[in-house]
């Protein structure tokens, strides 16, 4: 239960999109495409690995730099108890942000589109079909999705209210049901909850969404407007509607006029949240989703993307400062 799986999937996603991770490789990317490879095969066992029945953490509070290396020690055994078989089955991959709700749990937002994104990786890595160890993880990770959406009024439909992080666990289980859907890999005993899922999920993200546009998990304000959260959400809506779901033509371009109010014409670089105006080392880790979403609707053009792209190698650097 840390960031590593997420980041593992995140990373692992990334590299499947490139052309040599699905063997159209040329002789110079040989030697780069076996890299690749390896890296792809490592990151699907991490992930497998780290599947776990989530328990509630203990307050860490402040740990003198003495008693440190005593407190990981135990904390990963904790880990490691958690991923092993026992009497409930390891679901999920949850998210560890510093937000937590009542006595201190991980919201079920970050439970829920933590679970999806691993599940995603797992899915589009090559040979997943034959892997039954990898199909028997996203299944149990899909039960664990629908039975939180289902269930948990937490997830529930509404306004935006305060720090809310339910948009995640929408938008990302919205993103993985469409996948599996799509490539059909929908489990048969469950293929009937996913489609009746599919629009509650878009409804969800319809009601949740901010006054003038877009989504944003923290900021409250009509004009609120993130980037890094409304540029996924809106090619997920894309992939809904092009299966034929009915997504509102208002929800769309009310997000795609927030996205265009928060980009820098001049640098292409975009603010944390709404229009405001940052440098391209700031914005490098959310411009390039931003840029692709509107492209997809028209809004953009491919010079305009390039230039997403290369401001996050550009700013590599800075990254690390």
Request: aromatic content about 8%; hydrophobic content about 40%.
């Amino acid at each position: 239960m840390c960031h590593r799986p997420l980041f593992t999937g995140l990373v692992l996603a990334v590299a499947l999109s490139l052309p040599h991770a699905w063997g159209q490789e040329t002789a110079e990317s040989t030697s780069q495409g076996e890299q690749s490879k390896t890296a792809i095969e490592e990151g699907v066992r991490l992930l497998l690995s780290y599947q776990e029945r989530y328990r509630m953490d203990r307050p860490v509070g402040r740990i003198p730099d003495d008693q440190l290396k005593e407190w990981q020690a135990k904390e990963s055994a904790r880990l490691e108890k958690a991923r092993k078989p026992g009497k409930r089955p390891a679901q999920e991959w949850p998210y560890e942000g510093v937000y937590r709700v009542g006595m201190g749990s991980i919201p079920s937002g970050y439970r829920v589109g933590g679970t999806a994104i691993v599940c995603e990786a797992l899915v589009r890595a090559p040979g997943y079909r034959g892997d039954t160890e990898r199909v028997a993880a996203v299944d149990r990770g899909l039960a664990f999705i629908l039975g939180r959406l289902e269930s948990d009024e937490s997830l529930a439909p509404g306004p935006k209210q305060g720090y809310d992080v339910r948009g995640w666990a929408h938008a990302y289980g919205l993103n993985l049901l469409l996948i599996l859907r799509k490539e059909n890999l929908v489990p048969k005993d469950q293929a009937e909850a996913v489609e009746k899922m599919i629009p509650h999920l878009i409804h969800c993200l319809e009601v949740n969404a901010l006054e003038n546009g877009g989504w944003n998990y923290a900021g409250d304000g009509p004009n609120q407007c993130s980037p890094f959260m409304t540029g996924p959400t809106l090619l997920f809506l894309y992939e809904a509607r092009a299966q034929g779901f009915e997504v509102p033509e208002e929800l769309v371009s009310k997000a795609l006029n927030a996205l265009e109010k928060g980009r820098d014409s001049k640098t292409g670089a975009y603010g944390y949240a709404g229009p405001r105006r940052e440098k391209m080392a700031a914005s490098s880790g959310r411009a390039a989703v931003a840029e692709l979403a509107l492209l997809r609707a028209g809004k953009s053009d491919p010079d305009r993307l390039r230039m997403a792209v290369m401001g996050f190698f550009d700013n590599w650097d800075e990254l690390f400062a």
